[in-house]
């Protein structure tokens, strides 16, 4: 784990006070009510709350994907309440890794053109060599020329999370990663996370499962769009 001077942990999210309110029909919404959370380089962090708490309105604010109405958000280091959105574009594709619960794979590439996508973006030439080398290391080296139709729920989660890996980010972001998986799908989704997490990446996973959070390092609980942290209620 990288530590600051002094040895105190090295925050890689640190937010404070952070708001974000919708508009609908029926006016304004607010989703996240004066968050604040500090997630230490190095930690694996649950965050877990009912259905509509604000669970995935908190990763998409972490990822730069959803600007927050106020309060500020400090993510590897920058601060994304004041960049563009072109900005916060740079700044996943540099340090933060997202998955996603439905895969979002491009149907008609294969699963190495998927992978290798974004470092073409990039300016990447040896993309297709890298994203083999990520195949190799999600269990996959032998489905590289196979469409996302032709794969399991489980291989294609896979490959989500191979392209995530791409950038080589420091903190990963999972939006209910086994959410649409069977059980041994899941376990091995969970065990490539573990792996990860060893190696000395920040993950953050957004799960209604027990078993899932139970791996974590950290649960963080989220109610009304509000963050307490652990089962004693208490304010992180």
Request: net charge negative.
């Amino acid at each position: 784990m990288q530590q600051a001077t002094g040895g105190t942990p090295t925050p890689i999210i640190d937010i404070s006070h952070v708001d974000l309110t919708l508009t609908s029909r029926a006016g304004a919404v607010e989703i996240l009510r004066d968050v604040s959370l500090t997630v230490t380089t190095g930690q694996s962090v649950a965050v877990v709350g009912p259905s509509g708490s604000g669970k995935t309105s908190l990763l998409m604010v972490l990822a730069g994907l959803e600007r927050a109405t106020a309060g500020r958000i400090s993510v590897v280091g920058q601060d994304l309440a004041g960049m563009s959105e072109d900005e916060r574009a740079a700044a996943r594709g540099r340090d933060i890794g997202i998955v996603f619960q439905s895969f979002h794979l491009v149907p008609t590439m294969t699963a190495i053109e998927n992978i290798a996508l974004p470092l073409e973006f990039a300016g990447r030439l040896d993309a297709m060599d890298v994203a083999r080398e990520l195949l190799s290391e999600v269990g996959l080296a032998g489905r590289a020329e196979h469409f996302p139709a032709e794969l399991s729920g489980g291989e294609q989660q896979r490959v989500a999370l191979a392209r995530a890996l791409s950038g080589r980010p420091r903190l990963i972001l999972a939006d209910e990663p086994t959410g649409n998986l069977d059980t041994r799908s899941s376990e091995e989704i969970v065990a490539i996370l573990q792996e990860l997490h060893q190696r000395g990446r920040t993950i953050v996973m957004i799960t209604h499962e027990p078993d899932l959070a139970a791996h974590a390092q950290r649960i963080v609980q989220i109610r009304d769009g509000r963050v307490v942290d652990g089962v004693d209620g208490e304010e992180v």
